[in-house]
């Protein structure tokens, strides 16, 4: 170290190594890759290992002559499970394949738990219900309600098992005054779905049911399997009779359970859904009445006090006359005013007319024409009488104007007009010769002569 006691070095160390995963990042990333490499598996082997602790969870190992796997079944999946698997069972698992993160266990969380020999019923059961189906038997569309109360019940099943007395007992409980017929069938076996369709067809072409019930109480898959047959589906789906499936338990379903119009899980429960409660008749009968007792009291209540009403408000009928006579002598009253003032108003405006006739009638504007015309008459005469004078005037002021320069006045002066023998007036002596006839006009006459000489120019 230096004085100030620094290190020789003065960058930092640099770890190169690659960064290590912690147990709990590696088992991370380890389960996520199982679990999206296998989305689901179906797995066959012999249980081993068996364990249900209080939790309800089932914990075993799946083997088989090589190798083993964990398996874990929650409580939640296995209740649909109707038979407690033992040890050395050999069983079908369908799951998810996962890690146990806590302890880096392989393992599988399974979903779905069925014995072995059953592959090749589910996968049958599995095949069917895709064909149904897609011809559409499921759907809900053509499901059709039940009658709200039946009047008359169909049973198809078996008349020694436990599945009638089920319906029996809950229809004499509910509602013992529906009649029930049944169409005994066997429910298992290889004859039993033979039976089963030609029930179903009695009991259509009996007619007097208008439900059905069709089912039987509980058993394994091979027992219910005659519910699984495509000809009692087809025979359920063509019944004019709505039905109700009623196969097993509540954990059982059938492809019966899907083409019926309702599915019950058991039959005491099917009686339960196609019979109406004749306690909640009863209740529903006592409460109405109760409802309408209440309902005539209050009514009664309500007219009484209408009556009352009515009767305070009910007055003597003469009072009524001598209002309404009183209303008659009003009203008669302002009619006859009412007529004075329109005779009035009419009258006045009679007289305004008149004058305003008066004042345009024609006789005065005759009379007024008249005055009119006379005076343009005297206009007239006066007008005529002026200017004739002053064209008299003018006249003899024109006249004494034209006799001054009249060739006649300058005839009498002793001037004369000469013209030649052709009438033509003489202006130039030179127009002559000797001898030429010629005629002068004088004051007193006309004079004929021959010229006999012709002096020009002179004075």
């Known amino acids: 170290m230096d004085q100030l006691g620094t290190p020789p070095f003065s960058q930092p160390f640099s770890d190169t190594r690659p960064r290590a995963l912690t147990v709990s990042e590696l088992n991370h990333q380890a389960r996520h890759l199982l679990e999206t490499s296998f989305m689901q598996v179906w797995v066959e082997g012999e249980i081993s290992g068996f364990s249900r602790p209080s939790s309800g969870h089932w914990y075993f190992s799946l083997k088989d002559r090589k190798c083993q796997i964990r398996c874990a079944m929650f409580r939640g999946a296995n209740q649909r499970i109707r038979t407690l698997p033992k040890e050395g069972d050999q069983i079908r698992i369908?799951?998810?394949?996962?890690?146990?993160?806590?302890?880096?266990?392989?393992?599988?969380?399974?979903?779905?738990?069925?014995?072995?020999?059953?592959?090749a019923l589910q996968q049958a059961f599995d095949e069917l219900k895709r064909k149904l189906q897609s011809e559409g038997l499921f759907d809900p569309s053509r499901k059709r309600p039940l009658p709200t109360v039946p009047r008359h019940i169909g049973v198809i099943t078996s008349p020694t098992g436990a599945a009638i007395h089920d319906?029996?007992?809950v229809l004499a409980r509910r509602c013992p005054a529906i009649p029930v017929t049944l169409y005994p069938t066997s429910v298992q076996g290889k004859a039993a779905t033979a039976e089963i369709v030609d029930a179903i067809n009695r009991a259509n072409a009996h007619n007097v049911a208008d439900v059905l019930i069709?089912?039987?109480g509980?058993?394994?898959?091979?027992?219910?399997?005659?519910?699984?047959?495509?000809?009692?589906?087809?025979?359920?789906?063509?019944?004019?009779?709505p039905t109700i499936s009623a196969v097993g338990h509540e954990v059982d379903f059938t492809i019966a359970d899907f083409v019926a119009d309702l599915r019950a899980p058991t039959p005491s429960a099917a009686a339960e859904k196609v019979s109406p409660d004749q306690s909640e008749w009863l209740?529903?009968?006592?409460?109405?009445?109760?409802?309408?007792?209440?309902?005539v009291r209050r009514t009664l209540l309500k007219q009484a006090t209408q009556l009352s009403h009515l009767s305070a408000r009910l007055r003597d009928p003469r009072r009524d006359l001598q209002e309404k006579a009183q209303r008659m002598d009003d009203l008669e009253i302002r009619l006859a005013k009412v007529i004075r003032n329109r005779l009035e108003r009419s009258v006045v405006r009679q007289q305004h007319l008149a004058k305003r006739l008066a004042m345009q009638s024609p006789e005065r504007q005759l009379s007024a024409n008249r005055e009119?015309?006379?005076?343009?008459?005297?206009?007239?005469?006066?007008?005529?009488?002026?200017?004739?004078?002053?064209?008299?005037?003018r006249l003899e002021h024109l006249g004494k104007t034209l006799h001054v320069v009249s060739p006649l006045a300058t005839l009498g002066r002793g001037y004369a007009i000469v013209k030649d023998a052709d009438g033509a007036i003489v202006r130039d002596p030179s127009s002559l010769t000797h001898g030429d006839q010629i005629t002068a006009r004088v004051s007193g006459g006309e004079i004929s002569a021959s010229v006999t000489s012709v002096n020009s120019g002179a004075e």
């Open 94 to 119: 369908r799951g998810k394949v996962t890690l146990y993160e806590n302890r880096g266990d392989f393992q599988i969380i399974v979903e779905h738990l069925e014995p072995a020999g059953l592959g």
């Open 167 to 169: 319906i029996l007992t």
């Open 214 to 216: 069709v089912g039987r």
């Open 218 to 241: 509980g058993g394994s898959l091979e027992d219910l399997w005659c519910f699984n047959e495509e000809a009692i589906a087809r025979a359920i789906a063509n019944s004019p009779i």
């Open 283 to 295: 209740k529903q009968l006592a409460d109405r009445e109760l409802r309408l007792a209440n309902a």
């Open 372 to 393: 009119t015309v006379d005076r343009l008459s005297e206009r007239l005469a006066s007008c005529a009488s002026h200017q004739m004078s002053r064209r008299r005037d």
